[in-house]
């Protein structure tokens, strides 16, 4: 029984009953989800901004910071897993996003980041089935192996499920 903690830019998958992935405080970040009821393997990261572009060494250092390159190395570690290596079968879910410093909603950080990941998303045939994400308050997430339930909580509100 164990906890896998993901910082900004981390990703991570497990399926060994008992273990929770978990990240906390996602502002504009999101994190994308990834359970597979085959493998009964889940797995997320917490990716900070949509594109790569911007700076190829640290998304080759860290690949989960950015949209473009976390979604397929969050395949490819699921397929460690026994996963499809192009997601099917795997249930996909989002959230974070939220607009938490930019009260202008002038860079709208959180709403790129879900687009871009949506998009790399579409190109592999897949979809979020769930999503919250948005709004002015950050979220910490936590996925439990065992019952492959998403439990979200923030500062101020009653856990909820995704």
């Known amino acids: 029984m164990g ?14 009953p008992g273990d929770d992935v978990k990240t906390f405080a996602l502002g504009s970040c999101v994190s994308v989800i990834f359970l597979d009821p085959k493998t009964r393997t889940v797995g997320m990261a917490h990716v900070a901004l949509p594109d790569s572009s911007i700076n ?3 998304a080759t250092e860290k690949p989960g910071y950015f949209a473009d390159t976390a979604v397929p190395a969050l395949l490819a570690l699921m397929t460690k897993f026994g996963c499809h290596p192009r997601g ?6 989002l959230c974070g996003g939220a607009n938490v410093m930019d009260t202008n909603d002038t860079f709208q950080i959180g709403k790129r980041n879900a687009l871009a990941i949506k998009k790399i998303l579409w190109s592999y045939g897949m979809g979020a089935v769930s999503e919250d994400l948005g709004k002015n308050y950050s979220r910490t997430v936590s996925i439990s192996v ?5 439990t979200l909580s923030s500062p101020g ?5 995704l």
């Open 3 to 16: 906890q896998i903690v993901l910082g900004v830019g981390d990703y991570g998958a497990s399926n060994t």
């Open 56 to 58: 190829k060494a640290k």
């Open 88 to 93: 099917k079968g795997i249930v996909v879910k």
């Open 146 to 150: 065992s019952a492959g339930q998403i």
């Open 157 to 161: 509100k009653p856990n909820w499920q």
